[in-house]
C-alpha cells in the first residue's frame, strides 16, 4: 500500500484565486493551530543529519592543499616537481686521477645522470605523445565532437516528448476540470444554500425559544 496517494483538491483551471489577505490569515491560523499543539517545525526529521554535526574528512593530500590555500589563496598547485624536467646544471669537472679522490663528485655526476635519463625519456615519450596527437588527434576531436552532438540530440528529443507529455497532461486536466465546472457550480452554490437554510433554521429555533420563555414568565408573572 503505497505511503502517498494522489490529491486532487487543487482546482487551478475551477477555482477562484485567492488574494494575498485571504492566504496571509491561512498561514497565520496554521502557525497558530501548529504551535497551539506543542509541535517544534525547527526540529528537523531523524533521518537528515544536522549540518552541525557532519565533519568531512579528507585525504593528507588534500589537507595540505586546503592548508597551502589557506596561508596564500593566489598560490599555485605543486604537485608536481618540475625542476626535474628543466636543464640540468653539470656538476664540477673532473680529471680521470681526481675522481678517486673525490666520491662526494662522483656521487654528483651519477645524479646528475639519472636526472638527465629520466629527462630524456620525459622528452621522448612527450614527443611520441605530440606526434600521435598531430596524426590523430583531430580525427579524434572530430569523433568525440560528432558523439557529444548525438548525446545533445537524444536529450534535446527526450526534453521535447516530455515537453510534450507535460502539454498532453495539462491539456487532459484542464478538459476535464472545466467539464465538471457546471457540477462543481451547482454543488457549491447548493451548498451554500444549503449552509443559508441551516443558519435561518437556527435563528428561527432561537426566537421560538425566546418566545416560549416569555409566555412562560408572563404565564408565571
Do not use: C
Not at 45 to 74: G, N, Q, V
Not at 194 to 207: D, F, H, K, N, S
Amino acid at each position: 500500500m503505497p505511503l502517498i496517494h494522489e490529491s486532487y483538491d487543487s482546482l487551478p483551471y475551477v477555482d477562484t484565486p485567492v488574494d494575498d489577505a485571504t492566504l496571509a490569515v491561512a498561514r497565520a491560523t496554521i502557525d497558530a493551530e501548529i504551535r497551539s499543539a506543542g509541535v517544534d517545525t525547527s526540529d528537523l526529521h531523524p533521518a537528515l543529519i544536522p549540518a552541525a554535526k557532519y565533519t568531512p574528512k579528507f585525504s593528507d593530500f588534500i589537507e595540505r592543499e586546503h592548508a597551502r590555500l589557506d596561508d596564500d589563496p593566489t598560490s599555485k598547485l605543486s604537485g608536481i616537481d618540475m625542476k626535474r624536467y628543466e636543464d640540468l646544471d653539470a656538476p664540477e669537472n673532473t680529471t680521470p686521477t681526481s675522481d678517486e679522490d673525490k666520491p662526494e663528485l662522483l656521487q654528483q655526476w651519477n645524479k646528475a645522470l639519472k636526472q638527465a635519463y629520466t629527462s630524456s625519456e620525459y622528452v621522448e615519450a612527450r614527443l611520441v605523445q605530440l606526434g600521435l596527437l598531430e596524426k590523430y588527434g583531430k580525427n579524434a576531436w572530430l569523433v568525440g565532437n560528432s558523439q557529444l552532438e548525438d548525446i545533445l540530440k537524444d536529450i534535446e528529443t527526450e526534453l521535447a516528448d516530455v515537453r510534450k507529455q507535460q502539454e498532453e497532461v495539462d491539456g487532459l486536466r484542464r478538459s476535464q476540470q472545466e467539464s465538471v465546472h457546471g457540477e462543481i457550480k451547482t454543488l457549491e452554490e447548493t451548498w451554500k444554500k444549503g449552509v443559508g437554510r441551516v443558519l435561518e433554521t437556527e435563528v428561527a429555533a432561537e426566537g421560538l425559544k425566546q418566545q416560549i420563555l416569555e409566555r412562560r414568565r408572563a404565564g408565571a408573572a
